[in-house]
């Protein structure tokens, strides 16, 4: 999928400036015409303009007078379309049959190649009464002029410009080509990379909801199979099936969180915030748990810290958190939490004495659907989900969080908020 898309994209961008090359190669082979061309076209016009004023009337020898530049040629165009050479001489190089082929010209500025050599040529209107040149006892009545110079230097320049041109398109296509494929390469590695990641949430995803789905319907066909059983003998079943619902539609609430969160959909909603009453809140939640397990609580947040923040979000922190601690760590032993300001910053530790992280596993604790130990995480309910939601919500907060762990010994979270502004 991603090589297709490589491909395209490659395709696309060497298109795409192929057609800028082409355009300003040719805006440039265009400039340095006009450019090559112009002086002669503006000598070739005064030139013709000084023939008018000097010949009102048309006589043999008359375009000698005056010459300001000597590479341009002025001849007479008859009404029968004869060109008539005016100079005493004839022009090397400008045979009667080239003259004849160049007349058809037009009004327009013209470059023509005859025989050997490159003309850049035009006709002029020349309208005087009695135009009548008589030449070898032949009477011509002038029509036109015809200005004419060899252009033969200006025009194997522009070969050659235009050869540097498309020799240049050429190696910088190429370029432009192994370029683009590369920088397309890399482009892609981050979409590659957050498309596979993207595809493993959904794997994960599913195969975490097909197991209480599979716990679920297996339970109720063994209701089915014994049809007059009481309630009471199948409690257990039943029960079986409630936790797995229960299970299932945490699952699914905490997958629409981080979908919602992915898409940018969840809003923080800033206000003041007293933190020691959102811990304390959590810490009362938990107590009955904490009680029944045997493990002693310990919160130390002496100070009253206020600070903006989204509530919910942070209640939602800590109730992760806890609920980790609790879950990770056996009976009599410890959990504490304290809570210090730092400048402008407050930091946050939920410590306990539980069965801690091994080394290993600690760098993915964050990753989503990470589990250390699957099979034991499954049984305590966890999902591996927990972390990467305290993850968002603390980011979301501009904060940071991370964790120290020794595997035997214990775990300890620290997660560090603004105090201020968000
Ligand atoms: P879960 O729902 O499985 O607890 P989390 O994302 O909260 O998912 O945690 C990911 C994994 O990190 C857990 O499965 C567990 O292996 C490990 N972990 C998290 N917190 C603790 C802790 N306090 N003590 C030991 N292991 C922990």
Not at 176 to 205: M, N, S
Not at 260 to 277: K, S
């Amino acid at each position: 999928m991603f090589q297709k898309t490589l491909r395209k994209l490659t395709v696309l961008n060497s298109i795409v400036f192929l057609l800028i090359f082409i355009v300003f190669g040719g805006m440039l082979y265009g400039y340095i015409a006009r450019q090559l061309f112009d002086d002669i076209d503006e000598s070739m016009e005064e030139k013709v303009e000084a023939f008018r004023l000097v010949n009102g009337r048309p006589r043999l020898g008359a375009a000698q007078t005056p010459l300001f530049d000597s590479r341009i040629l002025i001849f007479l165009l008859d009404i029968e379309g004869n060109v008539i050479n005016p100079y005493p001489f004839p022009i090397e190089g400008i045979s009667p049959e080239i003259l004849t082929s160049l007349a058809d010209g037009g009004g327009e500025w013209q470059t023509k190649k005859i025989q050997d050599h490159a003309y850049r040529l035009r006709t002029f209107p020349y309208s005087y009464q009695d135009n009548i040149l008589v030449k070898e006892a032949k009477e011509y009545r002038i029509k036109e002029l015809l200005g004419v110079s060899i252009v033969d230097f200006e025009v194997t320049m522009l070969h050659r410009f235009l050869l540097v041109i498309v020799t240049g398109q050429i190696i910088g296509m190429t370029a432009i080509i192994l370029a683009g494929y590369f920088l397309a390469r890399r482009a892609l590695i981050p979409i590659q990379a957050a498309w596979e990641k993207q595809y493993q949430f959904v794997a994960d995803a599913s195969h975490e909801l097909r197991t209480p789905l599979t716990v679920i319907k297996s339970n109720a066909e063994l209701l089915l199979r014994y049809p007059k059983h009481t309630i009471e003998l199948e409690t257990i079943r039943i029960r079986n099936v409630i936790r797995e619902t229960i299970r299932m539609s945490k699952l699914v609430s905490t997958l629409l969180t981080l979908a919602r969160a992915d898409a940018d959909e969840i809003e923080i909603q800033a206000g003041p915030v007293i933190l020691n009453e959102v811990i304390q809140n959590v810490v009362e939640q938990f107590e009955p748990l904490v009680q029944m397990q045997g493990i002693e609580l310990k919160v130390e947040c002496s100070e009253v810290i206020s600070l903006v923040a989204d509530k919910e979000r942070l209640q939602q922190l800590f109730v992760i958190l806890m609920d980790n601690a609790i879950k990770y760590t056996s009976e009599f032993g410890c959990i504490s939490i304290s809570c210090r300001k730092q400048s402008s910053q407050v930091l946050i530790k939920v410590i306990d004495t539980g069965i801690g992280i091994e080394p290993k596993d600690l760098p993915y604790v964050f990753n989503r659907f990470f589990r250390a130990d699957k099979v034991r995480t499954r049984e305590k309910g966890g999902v591996g989900l927990g972390l990467a939601i305290a993850q968002w919500i603390v980011e979301k907060h501009n904060g940071k969080i991370w964790i120290k762990s020794e595997s035997g010994i214990g775990t300890e979270v620290y997660v560090s908020l603004p105090i201020e502004k968000l």
